[in-house]
């Protein structure tokens, strides 16, 4: 995973404010960043593949239902 390149900019007031060259906003980027440390360890890798490969989910409508929701 490539590293993401910051710039820091000013408004017109001068005040410092961060733009992201791809146009991607920091929850992507703060997201893209901690799957990556989680990717290091190989017991979260295996963890994270498992989920990913799961079919036994529950619909949300239906854990709504189940909540009275």
Request: avoid cysteine; aromatic fraction near 2%; proline fraction near 3%.
């Amino acid at each position: 995973m490539a590293e993401t390149e910051l710039q820091i900019v000013s408004n017109e007031a001068g005040e410092p404010t961060v733009s992201h060259r791809a146009n991607r906003s920091l929850e992507e980027i703060s997201s893209e960043r901690e799957t990556a440390y989680l990717l290091k360890s190989e017991p979260m890798r295996r963890r994270l593949q498992e989920a990913l490969e799961r079919q036994d989910g529950v619909a949300l409508d239906e854990t709504l239902a189940k909540l009275g929701l």
